[in-house]
């Protein structure tokens, strides 16, 4: 079975630039989630996207954005971006409904510089 | 999300047991323990997770203290691969949302 998917790798932008990073769930995951990794803040959460809507969305500025897609895959965008949003954003997906608990899975990460 | 609090690092060595402490003295009645590490270079996965009850599977075993104010993760023999940096994360969603990562345990595994 597929894991969690994200692209691209790596992603090089400007100041000012916007941002778009894709993000595919496991088979059968209709949650996903984004965070953000930056030097030395650890993971913090983003966003949460369930059955195509936004159900929650951590302390982050409305230029962090995203959607998710009818087969449930998902994209962040980062708008207007600055220096200080250079980190690894990680993908997640979870299939809380059937388990009955939040186990997330985690892609291998978009790493973004903000030159 | 409660909050929950981790040594910044713990060393051992390969082929004996770790004890990784983990203190939520916060913790709800609904909250889930839950443990997630990360290896260089990789996302997060998950580990384990529990409730009230000590709970075992294929990576590790969970043990809640009876007042569940703290939990610890057991490697039962930590290999080099076990190197990472091993969070614990209280779910009070039931569990749906975001997850709250800390800055986690540094294990270094001496060979």
């Known amino acids: 079975e597929a894991g969690v998917t994200q692209s691209p790798t790596h992603l090089i932008k400007t100041r000012g630039q916007q941002a778009t990073l894709r993000c595919s769930p496991i088979s059968g995951h209709t949650s996903v989630y984004w965070y953000q990794q930056a030097l030395g803040l650890g993971l913090q959460f983003l966003l949460w996207?369930?059955?195509?809507?936004?159900?929650n969305r951590g302390n982050f500025p409305p230029r962090f954005s995203g959607r998710q897609f009818p087969n449930y895959s998902s994209e962040l965008n980062v708008n207007a971006l600055e220096l200080e949003d250079s980190a690894l954003y990680l993908c997640?997906?979870?299939?809380?409904?059937?388990?009955?608990?939040?186990?997330?899975?985690f892609g291998p990460g978009t790493r973004l510089t903000v030159l | 999300d409660a909050k929950t609090t981790q040594p910044n690092s713990m060393e051992s060595n390969e082929e004996e047991p770790v004890h990784l402490p983990c203190n939520h003295s916060t913790i709800s009645g609904t909250d889930y323990i839950h443990w997630y590490r990360q290896l260089p270079s990789q996302g997060p996965e998950y580990v384990i997770h529990?409730?009230?009850s000590n709970v075992n599977n294929r990576m590790a075993s969970l043990a809640i203290a009876e007042d569940r104010k703290s939990s610890t993760l057991i490697l039962h023999r930590a290999t080099l691969r076990d190197a990472a940096v091993y969070y614990c994360i209280l779910d009070s969603g039931g569990g749906a949302d975001g997850l709250t990562f800390g800055k986690g345990t540094h294990l270094i595994i001496q060979p």
């Open positions: 529990g409730l009230t």
């Open positions: 996207y369930d059955e195509g809507e936004e159900r």
């Open positions: 997640a997906s979870s299939d809380y409904r059937t388990l009955g608990y939040n186990e997330q899975f």
